[in-house]
Nanobody, 125 residues
Framework: QVQLVESGGGLVQAGGSLRLSCVVSGRTFSSKTMGWFRQAPGTEREFVATINWSGGSTYYADFVKGRFTISRDNAKNTVYLQMNSLNPEDPAVYYC??????????????????WGQGTQVTVSS
């Protein structure tokens, strides 16, 4: 059974930073592309960032380029999302997910088969 558990969300002032973590159970983590998505109330879940199995390939949504960094530690079965310069458009529930597709860049929700429960990010202005 694969489980994903996110942590690190919270309340931060505009311009501040947060680091999200996602610990994944199961022995296939190191061979899988991982991703982060977010969903604000009344909106659809949207792609934020993705990283391939080795960490050598990353891809970001335009609205986070230069501000967010995705990384992974395969020895710890953990993927991270470092979020800097948070702004009032960033609040949402952030989800990590594991892709079942053997591709380096997975940007669609349908590319993923396992999801975490989400962690709330709130930004005060």
């Amino acid at each position: 059974q694969v489980q994903l558990v996110e942590s690190g969300g919270g309340l931060v002032q505009a311009g501040g930073s947060l680091r999200l973590s996602c610990v994944v159970s199961g022995r296939t983590f190191s061979s899988k592309t991982m991703g982060w998505f977010r969903q604000a109330p009344g909106t659809e879940r949207e792609f934020v960032a993705t990283i391939n199995w080795s960490g050598g390939s990353t891809y970001y949504a335009d609205f986070v380029k230069g501000r967010f960094t995705i990384s992974r530690d395969n020895a710890k079965n953990t993927v991270y999302l470092q979020m800097n310069s948070l702004n009032p458009e960033d609040p949402a529930v952030y989800y990590c997910a594991r892709s079942f597709r053997g591709i380096d860049t997975a940007t669609m929700t349908r590319d993923y088969d396992y999801w975490g429960q989400g962690t709330q990010v709130t930004v005060s202005s």
